[in-house]
């Protein structure tokens, strides 16, 4: 077992690292309660390592259903003074997403996501980017859709929203599996005044992000956490909106489907450049 962890958190190397992925609701969305669990959904093959480590340091589980159906996720617990190093948990979740990922579908995916951006070499609103790449898939055959994430106050966690897109996979009659793509995901956990290992931490993260939904929640955790651990030691406070639970709701929280190709306020749209990228297969 030693050896196997020495193995699994060994820094990656320069190569995987630059060919980890690149620099009002409309009427007619489906809701979905943010406690939806997609029947029959496969855990990744991610390492025992970090289930173990997350469960022996006190992080609770995933989440918590509440009375009126909602999910609330918890570990805002202070664990700034953790001696784990969250670099290499992340190296151990990303090594385990990027190189040995045996998910045949989601590396479709992420061809696919790769072909979007390859068209797209001018200046768009990353709204108007993200409707392009739901509707490229959706005409290569996907159920692909923008996911629109809203929450309320609650608990100290402000209110927000939030969208990305999300494809469902059916392996059955009645099982289905949800992917999440998000691309722009990594510049989500860029915050002020980053310590060198935060700003190591976030080099490793994905900058686009596809893959299901538990990479998806230990990745954030493990984000959300060392953020908290920078900003304490630069003496800043953390935000509200940079609490793991706020994150988690980003993607997690109760949501609505949408195949509109018009985003509903046009009026106010950030405007980014789209770079062709490199990814591990």
């Not at 939806?36 to 990744?44: F, H, K, L, N, T």
């Not at 040995?100 to 768009?124: G, P, Q």
């Not at 692909?144 to 059955?172: C, L, P, Q």
């Amino acid at each position: 077992m030693a050896r196997r962890v020495k193995r699994v958190t060994d820094p990656l190397d320069d190569r995987v690292k630059a060919q980890l992925v690149g620099a009002g609701y409309f009427s007619s969305g489906s809701e979905h309660s943010a406690s939806d669990a997609v029947a029959g959904e496969d855990s990744p093959c991610l390492s025992e390592l970090v289930d173990s480590f997350l469960e022996d340091n006190h992080y609770g589980t995933d989440e918590t259903s509440g009375g009126n159906g909602s999910t609330t996720y918890i570990s805002d617990a202070d664990c700034v003074d953790s001696n784990y190093d969250n670099t290499a948990l992340l190296e151990i979740i990303v090594r385990s997403n990027a190189v040995n990922d045996r998910d045949c579908y989601r590396n479709l995916l992420v061809d696919r996501v790769l072909e979007a951006k390859e068209m797209v070499s001018f200046k768009i609103d990353k709204a108007v980017f993200k409707r392009k790449v739901m509707a490229y898939f959706r005409e290569a055959g996907y159920d692909a859709a923008i996911s629109k994430t809203k929450w309320s106050s609650s608990g100290g966690i402000t209110a927000g929203n939030y969208e990305f897109i999300d494809v469902m996979r059916s392996v059955s009659s009645s099982r289905q599996k949800r992917y999440f793509v998000d691309l722009d995901f990594a510049s989500e956990f860029e915050i002020a005044m980053p310590t060198g290992e935060y700003s190591r931490l976030l080099q490793y993260c994905p900058k686009v992000f596809v893959g299901k939904s538990e990479e998806l929640k230990k990745i954030v955790r493990a984000m959300s956490d060392a953020a908290k651990r920078s900003l304490k030691s630069k003496g800043l406070s953390l935000p509200p909106w940079r609490k793991n639970r706020y994150m988690q709701n980003k993607w997690f929280a109760s949501y609505r489907r949408t195949t509109n190709q018009t985003p509903a306020d046009s009026c106010s749209l950030t405007t980014i450049t789209i770079h062709s990228v490199n990814v591990v297969q």
